[in-house]
């Protein structure tokens, strides 16, 4: 039985058996099936916690409310997916193209890295920001209150990310 690694947060996942780490790492023929292995979970079970799907094309998808929590999405093509209430804590998504996205509406991007990535501040207004890295390398360090499970919540204020919460901006 093999483990599938997982590179970015070295989580393991299993997906279909258990892999070997170390007839895995390293092997780029391997690590091109680990991640169509990974994308064909996330799409069969809306999530892949920690999976490696670095320069995935999941363009189009519906992955509303989706757990990506630590996922490697870098170079990721993610143009016109609906990514609505996303958990994307913690994930990797430098250089991922999130052009023409159809929602982001609360998702959750806390610890993210969207460094170089292709998506629109009118976008990011509706996403869930805190300590979360942009696409220019700044930081958004101001985090929007959290209301308990179960209760109302009130309609997000817009977000100014062009200066506010920002730290280190060119």
């Known amino acids: ?65 989706s757990d990506l929590a630590g996922a490697n ?32 509406k609360g998702a959750d991007f806390t610890g993210a890295d969207l460094t170089e990535a292709n998506i629109r501040d009118k976008d990011l207004n509706e996403a869930i920001l805190c300590q979360t890295v942009l696409p220019d390398g700044s930081l958004y360090e101001t985090c929007q209150p959290r209301v308990s499970p179960g209760k109302a919540q009130p309609p997000p204020e817009p977000l100014d990310i062009s200066s506010q919460g920002r730290k280190g901006s060119s």
Not at 96 to 103: G, H, M, P, T
């Open 1 to 65: 039985m093999k483990y599938l690694p997982i590179y970015a947060t070295g989580l393991m996942v299993v997906l279909g058996g258990l892999w070997n780490r170390a007839s895995v790492k390293g092997e780029d023929s391997s690590r091109f099936y680990q991640v169509k292995a990974a994308e064909s979970y996330l799409k069969d079970n809306g999530e892949c916690r920690g999976c490696n799907l670095k320069q995935s094309e999941l363009a189009g998808l519906d992955l509303s409310g």
């Open 73 to 104: 999405l870098q170079g990721t093509d993610l143009s016109s997916a609906d990514l609505t209430g996303a958990n994307l804590k913690a994930a990797l998504l430098r250089r991922a193209d999130l052009s023409s996205v159809l929602s982001l």
